[in-house]
């Protein structure tokens, strides 16, 4: 299996005043292309610190970074917006959907920002609205639709530019236990069907019947692989 997503001797300190305080601990890492990977431990473990090293939005203190062949410490700021836009999928808990737009223009926003044409680019948005079930809320906007639906457009979304990776933040942690069944089913799903690397930091104990791997961290380093 092709590896995606390497970490070798992972640390990330932030200080807070004159102390110093490590929230990633040496962590080496491999995830494998297609995989479904989930990232679990309490608040403060340092999840999130390792997602967004991993997705460019954080800079480790020390330690390499591998994603799809960039080490990330190696891209300037244009290179790493460029790189995310192009390869890389983001979901967030929050949803983060423009209250303003519809499904359709949430995700075909993200196709124009490409330079994706407008004929390629409405079907690409539509395509991926399909693939998440969301077919008849096209023209629906965030406040009108449910939760689940708001993080189905999310992922919709997280699609639109075709990545090879997608990097998930506890995205069923604002809902209830049966959507979030169906929400990870979906990932499973996509994963399976449009081969993307999907690690998900979730505390939801449903994960483990979706995930192929979970790991497990611990005060910053993983504690079980």
Known sequence: MTEVIT???LWRVYKVGALEVPALRGISLQIG???FVALKGRSGSGKTTLLNCLGGLDQP????VRVLGHSIAQLNDDEL???RREQVGFVFQSFGLIPT?????NVELMLRIKGTSPQAGRQRA???LALVGLDNWVH???YEMSGGQQQRVAIARALANQPRVILAD????????????EVLALFRQIVETEKVTLLMVTHDPLVDEYADRVLLLEDGQIVKA
């Open 7 to 9: 970490t070798e001797n």
């Open 33 to 35: 292309a297609g995989s």
């Open 61 to 64: 203190t020390s330690g390499e």
């Open 81 to 83: 917006t460029r790189w």
């Open 101 to 105: 737009l519809s499904a359709y223009e």
């Open 126 to 128: 539509l395509a991926c």
């Open 140 to 142: 629906h906007r965030p």
């Open 170 to 181: 506890e995205p069923t942690g604002e809902l209830d236990s049966a959507t979030a069944r």
